[in-house]
């Protein structure tokens, strides 16, 4: 055996004897005498080795190198540009691949990008060596040399469409069906050229999850057109990473469009009892009662506005800060709500409050569209996460209970109260649906004894007499 094939032998690399002896004179003759097959060996051996990367995930933007093998998954428009100093016109395709350790763009130029667009298709592997760097969206590779491997299998499914489950950081290319969460307005900002740009943000989820889709320039003025329980498609996104999350971004080349489709999400919550001072949670409950909106002055001299709004589940209840555009937000007693990434904060008489601001998201669910989760008799998930369709009784010692607020309310709104074995008619939204039952008709609120099974947030109307602040209905209609 030769000192070559001995160096090939402990090479764990995938490439041919014929190609490594090739490489290996290539290197004698551009040292010039100065090393013998053998340490030109050692240094192929050595490069090789260094380029071989186990992943797309190990492909770093350092590198001088990378070899690796992929699946295409999609493959983008070929795209034309000036080039200085030359009279013929640049040409890429920007091709997806991926492996089971996550995806990356792989830029195709000139020869390489008319070759693409006749000879690839998707779902086929490629074994690709290229130079690394820091795009647009993520790492991506500008390939060097490019050839099939019909014989090597990668478990990546290509698909017209995406979960948010199977997103990853550098994946582009992207079209995601979702049904709108919120909503946010266009804002305008200067660049550094001079020019302004545009963004706005929404939030969509499907049935693996929830993300924020961030809008630019062109595709801003695209979110103003839809609204919460919209179901969209967002098209031709990337993705990118903010604070620690995985955003979808869509630019001039993308689009927001209204689809016809049955998109289910369904939230995962935190039960309030057990949230802390300075978590970020995701909390979900009925809201029992809703402030009307504050102005304030900021110390720059700009407006600021708040809505404090109570929301309860089956464990306990809290006190909720709609901060700016989210105080807009069409919400009122016997509404279910769900609440992602708000902030539990110390709040007035050290009861714990939640805040949710710019990066909160506030749904309001409509609970005859299978949003609530079934579980057990306590009104929690399997998972120990309050159930939508329970209301609790009441909170913990610092929280007041049903009765106790629909106390305070008639206090507050100085309402006339029943004389007591009077009989009455009472209309309102049902916000607990346990024993008693409680309406609210938006100026005050009545306790009903009833053996009737109401749901939270139907409009009933309850007839009876009252006793002991109580109204003991004889019928429910």
Do not use: C
């Amino acid at each position: 055996m030769s000192d070559i094939e001995g160096v090939y032998e402990d090479l764990e690399a995938d490439v041919s004897l014929e190609e490594f002896r090739e490489a290996v004179e290539e290197k004698v003759e551009q040292m010039g005498g100065l090393a013998d097959e053998e340490t030109a060996a050692m240094l192929i051996a050595h490069e090789i080795g260094e380029s071989e990367v186990g992943g797309v995930a190990d492909v770093e933007p350092g590198m001088e190198e990378a070899k690796f093998v992929a699946k295409v998954i999609d493959i983008g428009e070929l795209r034309t540009f000036e080039r200085d100093g030359e009279d013929e016109d640049g040409r890429v395709v920007n091709v997806e691949v991926a492996d089971e350790t996550g995806s990356i763009r792989a830029a195709f130029w000139d020869e390489h990008a008319e070759a693409t667009l006749e000879e690839l298709e998707e779902g086929q592997v490629l074994r690709i060596k290229g130079r690394p760097k820091e795009g647009f969206s993520g790492v991506e590779v500008s390939v060097d040399e490019v050839e099939p491997d019909p014989d090597t299998d990668i478990d990546v499914q290509v698909s017209d469409t995406h979960t948010v489950e199977a997103l990853s950081l550098g994946l582009s290319s992207v079209n995601l069906v979702g049904v709108v969460l919120d909503t946010d307005t266009v804002r305008t900002f200067d660049r550094d050229d001079g020019s302004e740009g545009k963004v706005a943000n929404l939030v969509v989820g499907d049935s693996t999850g929830r993300i924020r889709v961030t809008m630019w320039d062109e595709r801003a003025e695209q979110v103003t057109e839809f609204e919460a329980g919209d179901t969209v498609e967002v098209v031709d996104g990337y993705v990118r990473e903010r604070d620690g999350s995985l955003e979808l971004h869509v630019g001039n080349r993308g689009a927001l469009e209204a689809v016809d489709a049955d998109v289910e999400y369904v939230p995962e919550s935190v039960p309030i009892e057990d949230v802390e001072i300075g978590q970020t949670v995701d909390i979900a409950g009925v809201v029992r009662s809703a402030d009307p909106k504050r102005t304030f002055d900021r110390d720059d001299g700009s407006e600021g506005q708040v809505r404090n709004v109570r929301v309860q589940d089956a464990t306990g209840d809290i006190r909720v800060a709609l901060w700016g555009s989210k105080a807009d937000t069409d919400l009122g007693p016997g509404d279910e709500v769900a609440l992602a990434d708000v902030e539990i904060q110390d709040g007035w008489q050290d009861d714990l409050e939640a805040s949710a601001g710019w990066q909160s998201t506030v749904t309001v669910l409509d609970s005859e569209a299978g949003t609530s989760t079934e579980g057990d008799d306590d009104g929690t998930d399997g998972d120990g996460n309050a159930g939508l369709s329970s209301f609790a009784e009441g909170g913990d010692g610092a929280s007041t209970t049903a009765d106790e607020s629909a106390a305070d309310d008639d206090d507050e709104t100085g309402s006339e109260e029943p004389e007591p074995g009077e009989e009455i008619e009472f209309t309102g939204v049902v916000v607990q649906a346990g024993d008693p039952v409680v309406l609210d008709d938006g100026e005050t609120t009545m306790s009903v004894a009833t053996d009737a099974s109401v749901g939270l947030g139907e409009e009933i109307t309850a007839r009876g007499v009252v006793r002991d602040g109580r109204l003991e209905a004889s019928d429910v209609f």
